[in-house]
């Protein structure tokens, strides 16, 4: 068995009027993500995550913010074309550790939730998804409530 291990970084500036999806669920709040997509910064990480552990360079290779045809894509069928991808190369997907970092909303409440869907795209149990997420204090872009940041690393194998 061979398994390789990836990271994935991802970074959307917030503003009022926009929506705010994390890990594959809407979250209501005042603020959202500016993105050529729905802006999800969780999957987006994932989807670094993994074609960077299959050396398949990053999501903006594969899914350019230039082209219409992902323009307000739900980041969830990217993720699961991700995960079609690193396939190709007979990877599957081990496990996922990831963190999001924000000021604003407190998503504990809403984690098992995420955890739940990104499991079902990626084919994997929930147990294998973990989620944490962070402040950083009222500290920089994020504190200031100016932008969202996540980070993931996964494990991916082939027999």
Request: proline share 2%.
């Amino acid at each position: 068995m061979k398994i390789r291990v990836g990271f994935g970084y991802d970074v959307h500036r917030l503003a009022e009027g926009e929506e705010l999806w994390l890990g594959g669920i809407r979250i209501d709040y005042e603020k959202g993500s500016v993105a050529h997509s729905d802006g999800d910064v969780l999957i987006h990480a994932i989807c670094d995550a993994l074609l960077g552990a299959a050396n398949m360079r990053d999501i903006g290779y594969h899914f350019p913010d230039t082209s219409s045809d992902f323009e307000n894509i739900d980041s969830k069928i990217l993720l699961k074309k991700t995960v079609d991808l690193i396939a190709t190369k007979g990877y599957s997907v081990g496990n996922v550790d990831s963190t999001i970092a924000l000021q604003k909303p407190k998503i504990k409440p809403f984690i098992e939730e995420m955890q739940k869907v990104l499991a079902g795209v990626m084919g994997i149990d929930q147990d294998d998804v973990s989620i944490k997420a962070t402040t950083t204090e009222k500290l920089g872009f994020v504190g200031a409530e100016e932008g969202i940041v996540a980070y993931a690393t996964v494990l991916i194998s082939k027999d």
